[in-house]
């Protein structure tokens, strides 16, 4: 494939925005200590902010069309059934739609962002994840709105902390007597 997957420049900032964004995204679209343990190397949901045409352990994948080698769609990959639909979409577009307006340059393909020297490693926790949506005024404030913000990351961190203390017979025994 070429450098940019034959991306318009449109579509490039979009998934910059979304790239530039990705590390307090987690919070949202990965919402719990489980979904951490889902992620990582070798686990085709990407482990560091970067993008790729067809590699399947990125975050962003741009997807080509078969016959044409066109792009025909791009995954996020780091979402799960535990993400409230509503808030993830509203801030994955959102992040998309901020690096639109602000002309962003997506950076190279399975590269670092203009002036880093590597790519940045995504948050090892949801705990970690947590706090960087907490320091992120666009996503809290502008996205989500303070008290929506500020209530969603109270009771995320209340059950992270309940979760971080639970063994696995615990969450096993929990879920199957909620079921």
């Not at 993400?83 to 602000?102: D, H, M, P, Q, R």
């Not at 996205?143 to 059950?159: C, D, F, H, P, W």
Request: some cysteine; proline content about 4%.
């Amino acid at each position: 494939s070429n450098d940019d997957g034959g991306l318009s420049l449109r579509a490039k900032a979009f998934i910059e925005g979304i790239l530039s964004r990705l590390p307090a995204l987690l919070a949202i679209t990965t919402p719990s200590v489980n979904s951490f343990r889902r992620m990582g190397e070798g686990c085709w949901t990407g482990y560091d902010v970067r993008w790729a045409v067809e590699d399947k352990e990125v975050p962003i994948r741009v997807c080509l069309d078969n016959k044409s080698r066109c792009p025909s769609n791009v995954e996020f990959k780091l979402v799960d059934g535990n993400a409230n639909v509503y808030l993830g979409l509203s801030a994955i577009i959102s992040s998309g739609l901020e690096g639109i307006a602000k002309n962003l340059v997506l950076r190279p393909e399975n590269g670092p962002a203009t002036g880093e020297s590597s790519c940045k490693s995504l948050p090892q926790t949801f705990e970690e994840s947590l706090d960087l949506l907490a320091k992120d005024k666009f996503l809290c404030d502008e996205v989500l709105g303070n008290k929506l913000s500020t209530a969603y990351i109270a009771v995320r961190r209340n059950e992270a902390e309940r979760s971080s203390k639970a063994t696995l017979a615990d969450e096993v025994k929990e879920a199957f007597a909620e079921a």
